[in-house]
């Protein structure tokens, strides 16, 4: 399988670089082909050019090799804190970026954009966000309605075609104790093997 990991925190040394180190890690041993990207690291532009807008837009060359990769990946991991119920902003450029027409969606013709968009994106292994919070869950759920969620599912991937879509919270991180934390990358590790699976070969298989 070939996986694309994106990752979106500022500090080296996070748990969210221990989660993105760990599913980097669950991919190599399984011997997938893996596209693993901190934003951070890589200098990643968030703004959004006007010449970048059109479907045949010129891009970046960093944007071109994200869209390449997003295009023929049969997974893709996220790794980000929740800011505001949000993802960070060097995050949201890269949605505004890379999930564009063409490479994510597309409309049917003599549709002009006002309609549902058709999913282009071939990720059917499954899509599997992880965040980080110093919200209380019950808080995150009751209270804000878990944007996150809503956002990721609903108004991104539902749209390119995903259909196999995780989440996964982990938190309060302010106050985690080192084995609170080691059981989570546990949970990281079980969870990208359920969604994940490899399915052994049939005896009839050649």
Known sequence: MKISIILGHPTKGSFNHAIANTAKKFFEDRGDEIFFHDLYEDNFVPSLPTNEIPK?????????????????????????????AMPPAILKGWVDRIIRPGIAYGFKEGDDGEGIPIGLLKANGSVVVFNTS????????????????????????????????????YGMICTSTDEQRKAWLKDVQDTLNKAFSKKPQSKNSI
Request: charged fraction near 25%; proline fraction near 6%; charge should be negative.
């Open 134 to 169: 110093n919200t209380p869950a019950n808080r995150e759920q009751n209270y804000f309605g878990d944007p996150l969620e809503n956002i990721w599912k609903t108004c991104i991937f539902d749209l390119c075609g995903i259909k196999k879509f995780h989440r996964k919270m």
């Open 56 to 84: 045949d837009g010129k891009l970046d060359p960093l944007v071109q090799q994200y869209c390449d990769e997003i295009s023929v990946s049969d997974g893709i991991i996220i790794v980000h804190p929740n800011w505001w």
